[in-house]
C-alpha cells in the first residue's frame, strides 16, 4: 500500500530569477471574491507534473520551451503576475504590477524512475529538491510573487514542472486552466483556446448579504481536539493507500440499498474519515467533522462565464461525534457524506458563504478535529502539454498538510484502477488506522457471497 524506499538524489538549482510578462500589461487594482479572499485560502500550495521523454522532442529543452511559454501565458494571465494587497475589512486586490513569478531552472542526477515510473504517487522522495515554496506560507504574503515555479531536468530525457502558487488567486480548477494555456502558447498557439475572464464580482456578496444554510464548516471550536496528547519528537509517517475498483465495489456491496449508487469519492470518504477517527482515539463525545471540498462553479446560478478562474469551491461539512462514528458501520459515515455533498449542489451555496465572510468578519474554517478532502481525480493538471504529451502524473506534491494533529487535509488521487489516498500519522496511531482499515476491507462481502 505504500511506495517503497529510494536512495537519495542531487538537484542543482540555478539562481531564482523573476519571470514576467512578455508584453507590457495594464497596472491597475483586481479586487478578489468574497470566496477567494477566506482566510483558509490565504496560504501557498504546490502541485507538481512528471514528464517522460519524448523522442520527438530530442535536443529541445524543457525549461527554455516552458519559461517562454509562461512569460507569453501571464500577457492573459497578467494579475498572477502582480502582488496581493489587503484593504479597509481585511479584503484582498492584486495589484497587476507586471513584476512577474519566480522561476528557477535545475537539474537532477536520477532518472524518472527513481520516483516510480510506472506507479507516480506521493509521497516523494526529497520533495523539497524538486518544488519550490515561499519563506513563510502562513497568512496572506505582500509584496512576494504569486506562483514559484521550478522545471528540474531528469537524467532520463524527462523533467518535472513543480508551481507552488497563492491559493486566494486561483482554486485547482483555475490553475489547470492557466497550466493548459502553457501548454498551447508552448506548442505555437498565439493565445490560449479558453481566454481567461476576471469577474470576480459574481462572486462577491451584495450590500445586503444574505444566508441561506448553516455553515457549520465556519463554527468557531473552542478546547483541545480531544485526542492523545503527541509529543513533537513523535515520528510522522506519509503512506498512500490504494483502494481498486474492486476493493471499492467490495465496499459498495455492504452498504444498504439507498446508498448502492453513491459515488466511489463517498464510500472511499466515508471508509477514511471512520478509520482515521478510531486511530486518533478521540473521546467518544467530541465532535468530529468530514468536509470535502467541491467545485460548485457548474451549480451557480446564473452560470459563471466560461474561462472565470477565481475560487469557487464549497466546503460542506458533515459534523457527528468520535462514538458514533466509531462504533456505528460504514453506511453512516458515507450517509453523512452524501448528505454533506447534497447541500452543496445547491447553485445558493456560495453566494451564502460570501454573505457569511462579509457577515462574520471573514471566519477561518473549522480545523477542530477535521479531516478535509479534496478530489483532484477530475481537475486535470496532467493534461498541460508542453510538447512532451501529457503528464505521467499531475497533483499534489507532498502527502497533506498535518495541523497539531487536529485537522488532516488530503487528496484523493485518480490511477487506473481506482484511487490513491494519501495519510499522514504518528506512527502508533498509523499502526491502528492501518489495522482497522485491514478489517473493514477483509469484513466487506464479495461478490460470491451474495
Known sequence: MAPTERSSLSVTRKTPE??????????????????DDQTFLR??????????????????????IIREAIAKALVFYYPLAGRLREHTGRKLVVECTGQGVVFVEADADVTLQHFGEDALYPPFPNCDDIT????????????IPLMFIQVTRL????????????HAMCDGTDLSQFMSAVGELARGASSPSIRPVWERHLLTAPQ???LSFAHREYDVTTGTSGGPHIP???????????????????LRRSLPPHLQRCSKFEIVAGCMWRCLTIARSLKPDKEVRFIGVVDNRRQIKPPLPVGYYGNAIALPVAVTT???LSKNPLEYA?????????EAASGEYLRSVAGLMVMRGRPNLTETNTYLVSNLTHVGYKQMDVGWGTAAYGGASKVNYLSNFNMQVTWYLGLKDGFVVPVSLPLESMNVFEKHLRVMMATAPTSSSL
Open 18 to 35: 523573476l519571470l514576467c510578462p512578455a508584453e507590457s500589461t495594464p497596472h491597475e487594482f483586481k479586487h478578489l471574491s468574497d470566496i
Open 43 to 64: 496560504m501557498y500550495v504546490t502541485t507538481m507534473n512528471f514528464y517522460k521523454k519524448n523522442p520527438s522532442m530530442e535536443g529541445k529543452d524543457p525549461v527554455k
Open 132 to 143: 519550490l515554496d515561499v519563506p513563510n506560507n502562513q497568512g496572506v504574503l505582500f509584496d
Open 155 to 166: 537524467k532520463c530525457g524527462g523533467f518535472i514542472f513543480s508551481n507552488c502558487f497563492n
Open 208 to 210: 445586503l448579504p444574505r
Open 232 to 250: 513533537l519528537d513523535n515520528q510522522i509517517l506519509e503512506r498512500s493507500f490504494l483502494f481498486s475498483s474492486a476493493e471499492i465495489s467490495a
Open 322 to 324: 468520535a462514538g458514533e
Open 334 to 342: 458515507v450517509e453523512l457524506v452524501t448528505k454533506a455533498k447534497r
